[in-house]
């Protein structure tokens, strides 16, 4: 699918990419594993900057991160870089500070599509696809997957079924997740002053009073938490340019 033409705003990437990943049991953060022979975390990347509705991109890092010089980007668009913060909504919202401080960057019309580090996946056909069906509508949107199993609750106090949970209407949400800057870095913002929890940007958009919308993705987008995810990663890898 060809980028839409009528999309009048500039869209930047942006990569939260300050965590350690403790499920990988391994002594470097998961974005920096090995998958085909280079880091997850530059496979990721290079996906995003790949996509021609992409500009730039800007990755919040650990100010102590001695991997990031080993990253080959390859591409000619512009990548910043920001400092980390404690949670996610605090990396991304250093993310779009540093934005705000280039001249390369609109804070009135510019949109971001924030992605996981440890997706390095994603399809461009998925890419295309949320920015062709958000549009320009200010709720904003993100990748998303019906669910499909059977949802089981457990306990809270041992790991036995306390129900089943109806899973029509449910998703898993995935990234990439789009909206328009100015909305974003107000939404967060205002859950960080709030003491709220949110574990993506869409959440954090939900609690400021917008509805995204859920644009479905492919499955093969997956995020790699743990030894298991490494190795799909790769054969799903495999595949897709085995297809190109």
Not at 10 to 38: D, E, F, T
Not at 108 to 136: F, N, T, Y
Not at 142 to 161: E, F, G, I, S
Request: charge should be negative; proline fraction near 5%; aromatic fraction near 4%.
């Amino acid at each position: 699918m060809a980028p839409n033409l009528k999309i009048k705003h500039g869209i930047w990437a942006v990569v939260p990419a300050a965590g350690i990943g403790k499920r990988m049991q391994s002594n470097i953060p998961k974005q920096y594993l090995p998958l085909n022979g280079r880091p997850v975390l530059e496979h990721t990347l290079n996906a995003l900057l790949q996509n021609k509705n992409i500009i730039g991109l800007v990755i919040a890092l650990q100010e102590d991160d001695s991997y990031w010089s080993d990253i080959k980007i390859h591409s000619d668009k512009p990548v910043l870089l920001a400092s980390g913060g404690k949670e996610r909504a605090d990396s991304v919202l250093n993310a779009l500070d540093t934005l705000l401080q280039s001249e390369c960057f609109n804070e009135e019309s510019d949109w971001v599509m924030v992605h996981d580090a440890v997706r390095p996946c994603v399809r461009q056909k998925d890419i295309d696809s949320l920015v062709e069906e958000v549009g320009a509508d200010s709720n904003g949107g993100l990748l998303a997957l019906p669910v499909r199993d059977t949802m089981k609750r457990q306990h809270v106090d041992n790991p036995t079924v306390s129900s089943t949970i109806d899973r029509d209407n449910l998703w898993h949400a995935l990234t990439p997740q789009y909206f328009p800057a100015k909305n974003l870095k107000n939404a967060l913002e205002r859950a960080v002053q709030d003491n709220l929890t949110v574990t993506d940007e869409a959440s954090a958009m939900e609690l400021a009073g917008y509805s995204p919308r859920l644009v479905e993705g492919s499955e093969d987008n997956i995020k790699i938490t743990r030894p298991d995810d490494l190795r799909l990663a790769c054969l799903y890898l495999e595949s897709q340019q085995n297809c190109v």
